[in-house]
């Protein structure tokens, strides 16, 4: 339960008939966006806060290219096989 000034109640009856059972779900939905809203506001405070590093990763700074995973090559057909096509 919760009270709203004679304005917003008159707005919230045009928007969400509290006759239907749309003005329930018309709140929680509200509610779910003002929550998540405070929560992204509180990142991106803490972001500007402390922001990410402005410069890009080098590939290098994690391992030497001799180091680096390497695509497993295509394996190869014997000469002169073909597969066959498919009906």
Sequence with gaps: MIQLDDATAAQLEK???GSSRKRSE?????IARALHETLEHGTRKAYEK????????EPGDWA???DAVQPPSKPRRAPG???KART
């Design 15 to 17: 928007v969400a008939p």
């Design 26 to 30: 018309f709140l929680r939905g509200v």
């Design 50 to 57: 402390w922001p990410d590093e402005t410069r890009a990763v």
């Design 64 to 66: 030497d290219e001799a």
């Design 81 to 83: 096989r073909r597969s």
